[in-house]
């Protein structure tokens, strides 16, 4: 749905595993929050939100907004921190942590792949799976090629002092494995004794899917047709959303912000249900200059340190507000963050906004933040979205886009880019058949919310000759993008944000309308 000129839109994406992130949206037809300055109130636990038409009780006591380039102190960021390695990388290393010293010497042998999707090279994925642990438990460790059940396995290691048996599923959108050490019997006594010795040692690590992983699987149509489970939302003035395992239980939840609060999310039984909630009367200021249409970002952030991923926080910045604010998985305050936290790369990053748009050099949001991806936000822009994604080959790629004069500039961290002649203020980024190349999410540029849609562009930015989804087929080197699906929203779209994988099939992403927030597979 197109903007009024005064209106923008900022939408941040992450993921967690190869991580995708998700995208902030502006409201529609909100008016403007009374710019009351009364006394800052302490921050207040966590809470279920009221309902939607019950306002905020007050507004916090203004401040000026911090500089972008003064980031906020504290223990907030990560030193050292860095982005998550792919999903094979990690998880053989966190097994090989969990083993060492038992398992040196050994050999290394994985029972065939388990898996929810098909997976045509099922065997190359389980190889390439003991090959690394091997090399990471050390001189002496052998891996073997063919997978075995651990009957097999054990005849296989003889002569070898350990068998290191691996048990490899994807189920749900994740990479899981299981090790277990089994000592080898030398000697014909030994076998008499105890022929089948239960394991010494045991290890358990999972990642969510990314591209490389799924090149070993069947590829995932982007254009097959489209599963959506729409909820009531409580409240009408939602601005952003992100989308992924918040709060660490395993299970997605979606992120929600509006003027009045930020929320974590389930749907269940055709209603948003509220986990938490945090008012923004209680946590900072408002803006002396607050925009009559505001602008919202929330970015899920996931990153690793020594090996050990770290917990997740939430990046959340509202054009209401004086200061965005650095969340934890139960919505308690990390941080106060100066001026605009902004999507970066698979993290974020601090701005300052002048004007009507979001523009300007990236600072560190806090002193222990990594360096920003991007030296500045690009460009002039309504519309904001980055994302950080993997390749086939496990190669990082970075992606970025913003809407200015309605087109959608894209550009990616090889320096390729690319221009949508018009789309609307509702963007978001992100691998929704997790094959390494970029999907973009967008509205449409309308001025009747009842003509809005959600449209999904794919960015091949390696044409191979041939389209994803098999469509019509796709000149040799032509990066231009190509619509894949189309889902009409008559109600208007007011934010969209990309989910990790859960399941075989596409990655969901998520949309919240005028008033109900949809889950779309």
Not at 141 to 155: F, G, W
Not at 336 to 352: F, N, Q, Y
Not at 359 to 374: M, N
């Amino acid at each position: 749905m197109n903007p009024s000129p005064r209106l923008l839109l900022v939408l941040a994406g992450v993921s967690l595993a190869a991580p995708t992130f998700a995208q902030s949206a502006p409201t529609r037809g909100a008016s403007a929050e009374r710019d009351k300055k009364t006394p800052a109130r302490p921050a207040a636990a966590p809470s279920a939100p009221a309902g939607a038409g019950q306002p905020a009780q007050g507004a916090a006591g203004s401040t000026a907004p911090g500089s972008a380039g003064q980031p906020a102190q504290g223990s907030a960021g990560h030193a050292a921190s860095t982005p998550l390695r792919p999903a094979v990388s990690r998880v053989v290393d966190a097994i090989a942590r969990a083993l060492l010293p038992a398992g040196r010497a050994a050999v290394v042998v994985t029972a065939p792949l388990v898996s929810d999707a098909a997976a045509p090279r099922g065997a190359q994925l389980t190889a390439l799976l003991a090959a690394q642990l091997a090399g990471r438990l050390g001189e002496g460790t052998q891996a073997r090629v063919e997978p075995a059940a651990l009957s097999a396995a054990r005849a296989t290691a003889a002569g070898a002092p350990w068998l290191v048996h691996l048990g490899v599923e994807i189920a749900v959108g994740k990479l899981r494995v299981t090790a277990d050490v089994y000592p080898v019997p030398r000697t014909v006594w030994a076998r008499i004794r105890d022929p089948e010795p239960g394991p010494v040692a045991h290890a358990y690590a999972e990642a969510s899917l990314d591209a490389e992983v799924r090149s070993f699987l069947a590829p995932v149509s982007l254009t097959a047709a489209l599963s959506v489970e729409r909820a009531r939302n409580f409240e009408s003035d939602v601005v952003a959303l992100a989308c992924g395992d918040v709060n660490g239980d395993g299970g997605p939840e979606i992120v929600s912000v509006s003027r009045r609060r930020v929320s974590l999310l389930r749907l269940s039984g055709g209603k948003v249900v509220p986990l938490l909630s945090r008012s923004w009367a209680d946590l900072v200021g408002v803006h002396p200059t607050p925009w009559r249409e505001p602008v919202g970002f929330a970015t899920l952030v996931t990153r690793e340190q020594g090996g050990d991923e770290l917990p997740g926080f939430v990046d959340v910045g509202l054009t209401d507000r004086a200061r965005s604010v650095r969340f934890d998985g139960a919505l308690q305050v990390l941080a106060e963050l100066p001026g605009l936290a902004v999507p970066d790369g698979g993290g974020s990053a601090c701005t300052r906004v002048g004007g009507l748009s979001v523009s300007g050099a990236l600072a560190r949001c806090v002193a222990e933040d990594p360096a920003p991806a991007s030296a500045t936000v690009g460009g002039q822009y309504d519309a904001l979205a980055s994302a950080r994604l993997l390749s086939s080959s496990g190669e990082p790629l970075l992606v970025w886009a913003g809407r200015e004069r309605g087109a959608l500039e894209l550009r990616d961290s090889s320096g390729r880019r690319q221009v949508l002649s018009s789309a609307g203020a509702q963007i978001a980024l992100g691998d929704l058949d997790q094959d390494g190349e970029p999907e973009v999410l967008a509205s449409l540029d309308v001025q009747n919310a009842i003509d809005d849609a959600v449209v999904v562009w794919s960015w091949p930015r390696r044409a191979q000759g041939r389209p994803k989804g098999g469509a019509s087929a796709v000149a040799q080197g032509d990066d231009r993008l190509q619509e894949a699906l189309r889902l009409p929203a008559p109600a208007g779209v007011h934010a969209v944000a990309v989910c990790p994988p859960d399941g075989p099939g596409r990655a969901p992403f998520v949309v919240a309308t005028s008033d109900e927030i949809w889950v779309v597979r």
